[in-house]
C-alpha cells in the first residue's frame, strides 16, 4: 500500500487549496478513505472520510462547511478542497486508508 500526499503550501487566511492523495497496492474503489491532520503541539485528529463509492461523507465539526472530500475510483486519488483557511488549519495533512495505512503528509501553513 503507498499512500503520495500532495497540494500543501504556505498560503494566507481566506485563501483556499486542493490536497491530492494517490493511492496504489490494493483495490482503491473498495475502501473508505480519509484525511487526518496533525497541528503543532497537537493530536492527530480526523478531518474527514468518504465512502468507497464516493456517496457518504463525514467532517470533523472545525472545517465543516469549509473542506470537501472527495475521489475519483478511475484515478485511485482523493481530494481534500480547503476553502476559508485559518491559522488553526495549519497542519500536516495525512491520507488514510484503515488503521494501519499513512501516507507521509503535506504540510499546509496559513499565516499572514
Known amino acids: 500500500v503507498q499512500l503520495v500526499e500532495s497540494g500543501g503550501g504556505l498560503v494566507q487566511p481566506g485563501d483556499s487549496l486542493r490536497l491530492s492523495c494517490a493511492a496504489s497496492g490494493f483495490t482503491f474503489s473498495q475502501y473508505a478513505m480519509s484525511w487526518y491532520r496533525q497541528g503543532p503541539g497537537k493530536e492527530r485528529e480526523l478531518v474527514a472520510l468518504?465512502?468507497?463509492?464516493?456517496?457518504?461523507?463525514y467532517y470533523a465539526d472545525s472545517v465543516k462547511g469549509r473542506f470537501t472530500i472527495s475521489r475519483d475510483n478511475a484515478k485511485n486519488t482523493v481530494y481534500l478542497q480547503m476553502n476559508s483557511l485559518k491559522p488553526d488549519d495549519t497542519a500536516v495533512y495525512y491520507c488514510?486508508?484503515?488503521?494501519?495505512?499513512w501516507g507521509s503528509g503535506t504540510l499546509v501553513t496559513v499565516s499572514s
Open positions: 468518504i465512502s468507497s463509492a464516493g456517496d457518504t461523507t
Open positions: 488514510n486508508i484503515g488503521p494501519d495505512y
